[in-house]
């Protein structure tokens, strides 16, 4: 086993979860898996891949900056609980 149920209690009680006795040896077995997969994976020669940041090649995907014409202000102001006329008015935050 690469991690012990004592080691899962203590991650449990830092983040402050409390679990059964059968969610602790499911969580136990469950991350061990984890864990040998990761081994596993460790085992491959990735030496000449190069790294990536996305699984599939994208290039830019952002739309161009372009000006274009916004709501008007009648219009966005016309559902606000209160306005001055130019924005929202909300209470003040202390």
Do not use: C, W
Not at 42 to 70: G, Y
Request: proline share 5%.
């Amino acid at each position: 086993m690469k991690i012990s149920r004592k080691e899962v209690e203590h991650v449990a009680s830092l983040a402050r979860l409390k679990f059964s006795d059968e969610e602790m040896e499911m969580f136990t077995r469950q991350i061990n898996d984890i864990l040998i997969y990761m081994d596993k994976l460790n085992e491959l020669d990735t030496k000449d891949v190069p790294p990536t940041f996305h699984a599939m090649e994208k290039e830019n995907a952002f739309r161009n900056d372009e000006i274009r014409p916004s709501l008007e202000i009648e219009k966005v102001l016309s559902n606000a609980p209160a306005d001055d006329g130019e924005s929202f008015v909300v209470p003040k935050v202390f």
